[in-house]
């Protein structure tokens, strides 16, 4: 809440939260909708709503002047109107999950809520008013973190239906912690997938002035209405800065920073695309397109196994865990290798925990948890040694995207699980790496 001498001042100007007003201070002039203050910073700052879509945080002081230039609409009083469809725009579908960018100031409480409407998210982002025709479907409010293959499933549900009602594509609200597990997950139980299908987030929510929220949202709109993408894939900043957001291959993004607006990174492979938020769309890498037979009808295959397991190999580590994993019953496990594929081998060694599973009929997968690069079996004896226990190197896969993979073939395909794990089905995996970016 605002503190006593703000809203003393709102008082005596007659100003309501939802009016426009002018600030002016040491910093600058700025104009706009007066928004809620929720329950964190300064209670002097006071915050505005721009003509641009940010927020903007203004500290009440001495030297700073607020005006009223007119009254807004307040509480209720917004977002009730009939959405018309625009016939010469494309149809887009929102699946609205939770997370930070699935977060909003409630005019009510003044506090995070997470109950928009189509036309309260028209209302925030006029701009996707102009892009296509918004359909906003609440699936649930989660944080990513508690996503589990219950949430992958009903999401990848509610994508199909609306491909298959004629959506021209599909932007799906995510928390950005576990984005990349389900961009995995939509990938292999989307089947035929001949639309795009777009996860987005925000580092940085909506009431804050550095958001990028408005942005991602936008940028995964324009791409979801008219790229002739078929896949599916994330949409977020390219950069830190406001230029541009890029498209990554949902089997191949890693987030690779807690808190920077471009967190995300295409591993091993360039981003698809990238795109602006004037909907100019520059395409970089391969991708499957749209095959021009009209509206997507997707095939599901959503089933998947929970019994599989991603462990990392690190010094002195105890070999136990595998066993551990046998007796639970577990059919698969991903491990997270160092360097080229390895895990201790003499010593503590891995080497008999992880043959006795093999024995027992579990797949064992091999990945590095280096950033960049493939596993090889065949530079180094230990790599020889840990692939003739059975060990199935898969290539340059993420861990996260092989823990995914396997789960769904031993849930799908479980008689080809073993013989498909190291084979590309869904851009998971690259013949030859294409692309290594760094931050900047």
């Known amino acids: 809440m605002y503190s006593e001498e703000v809203l003393a001042l709102f008082k005596k100007q007659g100003i309501e939260i939802g009016d426009i007003v002018s600030i002016s201070s040491s910093t600058g002039k700025f104009e706009g909708e007066?928004?809620?203050?929720?329950?964190?910073?300064?209670?002097?700052?006071?915050?505005?709503?721009?003509?641009?879509?940010?927020?903007?945080?203004?500290?009440?002081?001495?030297?700073?002047?607020?005006?009223?230039?007119?009254?807004?609409?307040?509480?209720?009083?917004?977002?009730?109107?009939?959405l018309k469809r625009n016939p010469l725009l494309p149809d887009v579908t929102i699946l609205w999950t939770g997370g930070t960018i699935g977060s909003k100031v409630g005019y009510r409480t003044?506090?995070?809520?997470?109950?928009?409407?189509?036309?309260?998210?028209?209302?925030?982002?006029?701009?996707?008013?102009?892009?296509?025709?918004?359909?906003?479907?609440?699936?649930?409010?989660?944080?990513?973190?508690n996503m589990t293959v219950k949430e992958w499933q009903k999401i990848a549900v509610e994508t199909a239906n609306s491909l298959k009602e004629g959506a021209n594509g599909v932007v799906i609200t995510h928390g950005t912690d576990t984005m990349h597990y389900t961009g995995a997950a939509l990938s292999f139980m989307l089947q035929n997938l001949n639309a795009p299908v777009v996860l987005t987030g925000a580092q940085r929510s909506s009431d804050r002035g550095?958001?990028?929220?408005?942005?991602?949202l936008i940028c995964a709109v324009h791409l979801a209405a008219k790229s002739d993408?078929?896949?599916?894939?994330?949409?977020?900043?390219?950069?830190?800065?406001?230029?541009?957001?890029?498209?990554?291959?949902?089997?191949?993004?890693?987030?690779?920073?807690?808190?920077?607006?471009?967190?995300?990174?295409?591993?091993?492979?360039?981003?698809?695309?990238?795109?602006?938020?004037?909907?100019?769309?520059?395409y970089i890498g391969n991708y499957r397109k749209r095959n021009g037979k009209g509206k997507s009808e997707p095939e599901l295959a959503t089933k998947f196994e929970p019994k599989v397991a991603l462990i990392k190999a690190y010094p002195n580590s105890d070999p136990e865990i595998i066993d551990y994993y046998v007796k639970?019953?577990?059919?698969?496990?991903?491990?997270?290798?160092?360097?080229?594929?390895?895990?201790?081998?003499?010593?503590?060694?891995?080497?008999p925990g992880v043959k006795k599973a093999v024995d027992k009929g579990v797949?064992?997968?091999?990945?590095?948890?280096?950033?960049?690069?493939?596993?090889?079996?065949?530079?180094?004896?230990?790599?020889?040694?840990?692939?003739?226990?059975?060990?199935?190197?898969?290539?340059?896969?993420?861990?996260?995207?092989a823990y995914i993979k396997l789960g769904w073939l031993l849930a799908n395909k479980p008689e080809q699980a073993k013989e498909l794990l190291p084979k590309d089905l869904a851009g998971e995996i690259t013949p030859r790496i294409e692309y290594e970016e760094n931050f900047d």
């Open 34 to 82: 007066i928004m809620p203050k929720t329950g964190s910073g300064d209670d002097n700052i006071i915050v505005l709503k721009l003509k641009s879509g940010y927020n903007a945080g203004i500290l009440y002081g001495k030297d700073v002047k607020v005006e009223k230039i007119a009254s807004g609409k307040h509480s209720s009083e917004i977002f009730e109107k009939e």
């Open 110 to 145: 003044g506090g995070v809520e997470a109950k928009l409407k189509p036309g309260e998210l028209l209302y925030y982002i006029p701009e996707l008013a102009e892009i296509a025709n918004i359909t906003l479907k609440h699936i649930f409010n989660i944080w990513s973190d």
């Open 328 to 351: 639970n019953k577990y059919k698969g496990i991903i491990i997270e290798g160092t360097g080229l594929g390895h895990f201790p081998t003499s010593g503590i060694s891995w080497l």
């Open 363 to 401: 797949i064992v997968g091999m990945t590095t948890q280096c950033i960049n690069g493939r596993v090889n079996a065949n530079v180094y004896e230990p790599a020889r040694m840990i692939s003739r226990a059975g060990v199935v190197y898969c290539e340059d896969m993420l861990p996260e995207t």
């Open 210 to 216: 550095s958001s990028d929220a408005f942005m991602n």
């Open 229 to 282: 993408i078929a896949e599916v894939g994330i949409c977020m900043h390219a950069k830190s800065s406001d230029d541009k957001c890029a498209f990554l291959r949902g089997t191949k993004a890693r987030k690779m920073h807690s808190s920077r607006r471009d967190a995300f990174r295409s591993i091993n492979s360039s981003p698809i695309a990238t795109v602006n938020m004037k909907g100019d769309i520059q």
